[in-house]
């Protein structure tokens, strides 16, 4: 029998019995591999990461269909670019499964240990989430780093991926099972819902005791949904509307290169810079806005910016809101780094924010003052990413406050518990 074959649920009309049904071969699963050695589950990775490569033309062609029906139905360059596969992505989506696998496992270590003074020795340790449901929108990647992470981290994952992707989904997903079957892991510990009814999706967020935790990744409007209606714990990814903050102090060449990476290199991406900050004292601030016309960028600014150049259109109250993924940047001029701060502290989603400066003390004040998962100095905000942080992949950057925050990789996708060992201590 073929993996698809194993892995594949029943397709009941009712959502909730599907649900129920994938969630409790996940939870069986997730017992085998809370157990199963580190040599076993990278075999697993390994295993999957071959047949990616193996199955590589079948994959494309399912992305090929993806694509000629996102083009029908109108998606915008930056969806398609998102959903886009070509022989170098997949190679390096098969490359992330092989680096996950190199990742020491963080299911079993020893966070921290202590001995009392009554002799009792205290210790947390790492054990995996259990059941992860994941629910994403048009990157067939997300399917490969998940699965892969999930694995990795001893969780069984169900994942939940966007109509845009439904050939690239199932044709990733076929080749990871395989590859967990080969190596004598079970297929249930990946599975992908094998439906995009959207009451599979409330089924999901409604599925206490059998998904312990729902990642969304996706736009507002599905972020929205899950924390509005999700019974199960999320972690969620808000928007990336992020900020890049050149300094009076910033080094004209460096800021201009980094304006034009950190917004063009790929502008559908979430650590995509939205809005480009430029204090009142600094000296070159034509040459960034031209920079970014002649790469293609429309320029949306305040009255300021829009005095600098015949190629900047007046920018509205909402674009300071706005999570473009697209070749559109607002600009704004600000009164120093507490104008730079008071900017950001309004309109940030808290995902990335970066400044340009040669002042370390400056410098220093941003890092400290910027609350966002991410806070960068004189880099580009697109090193917002698991696999720049040297994390393998990522499930998405997460810009909430509790458990994880930031890129959330291995690490993330685990909790911890107590162990207390003891020489017969009674409590007085």
């Known amino acids: 029998m073929n993996a698809e074959a194993l892995s594949a649920p029943p397709m009941p009309g009712d959502a909730a019995a599907l649900i129920a049904d994938i969630g409790a071969r996940a939870r069986a699963a ?4 809370a157990l199963a050695p580190t040599v076993d589950k990278a075999a697993g990775l390994v295993a999957a990461a071959a047949q990616i490569r193996k199955r590589a033309a079948d994959i494309l062609a399912a992305n090929a269909e993806d694509m000629a029906a996102g083009q029908t139905n109108g998606l915008s360059g930056a969806m398609l670019d998102r959903l886009r596969l070509d022989e170098g992505r997949l190679a390096a989506i098969a490359d992330a499964i092989g680096d996950v696998a190199a990742l020491p ?51 069984a ?39 995009q ?22 736009g507002k409007g599905l972020v929205a949904r899950v924390q509005d ?5 999320v972690l969620a990814h808000l928007d990336g509307i992020n900020h890049l903050y050149i300094d009076g102090a910033a080094d004209p060449a460096k800021a201009v290169d980094l304006a034009v990476n950190a917004k063009m290199r ?12 430029i204090d009142r004292a600094y000296s070159a601030p034509l040459a960034i806005v031209d920079a970014l016309v002649k790469a293609g960028c429309e320029v949306r600014g305040d009255k300021g910016v829009v005095g600098l150049s015949p190629h900047v259109d007046a920018a509205s109250a909402g674009d300071w809101d706005t999570e473009y993924l697209d070749a559109i940047v607002s600009i704004a001029m600000v009164d120093g780094l507490a104008g730079a701060l008071a900017h950001i502290d309004a309109h940030s989603s808290k995902h990335t924010d970066a400044i340009v400066t040669e002042d370390a003390a400056t410098a220093e004040r941003f890092l400290s003052g910027v609350d966002s998962a991410i806070v960068m100095h004189n880099a580009s905000t697109q090193f917002a990413d698991g696999g720049e942080f040297g994390l393998g992949a990522e499930i998405g950057i997460a810009t909430g406050r509790l458990h994880a925050r ?23």
């Open 229 to 233: 209606e999700a019974r199960v714990p």
């Open 105 to 155: 496992d963080p299911s079993g270590a020893e966070i921290d240990r202590v001995t009392r003074p009554n002799g009792l020795v205290l210790s947390r340790v790492r054990v995996p989430l259990g059941v992860v449901g994941i629910i994403y929108e048009s990157r067939p990647n997300v399917t490969a780093d998940a699965a892969a992470l999930g694995l990795m981290s001893g969780n």
């Open 197 to 218: 009814d959207r009451a599979a999706v409330g089924a999901m967020l409604r599925a206490q005791g059998l998904i312990d935790i729902i990642i969304p990744r996706g």
């Open 30 to 33: 997730s017992k085998v591999l």
């Open 266 to 277: 790929r502008t559908g991406v979430c650590g995509a810079t939205e809005t480009i900050l």
């Open 406 to 428: 930031g890129p959330v990789a291995l690490e993330g996708l685990t909790t911890y518990k107590w162990l207390v060992r003891g020489t017969g201590q009674v409590r007085p």
């Open 157 to 195: 994952v169900i994942l939940r991926g966007g109509s845009e992707a439904v050939h690239s989904n199932r044709a990733i997903h076929a080749a990871f099972a395989a590859g967990l079957v080969e190596a004598g892991l079970p297929a249930d510990a990946v599975q992908l819902v094998p439906t």
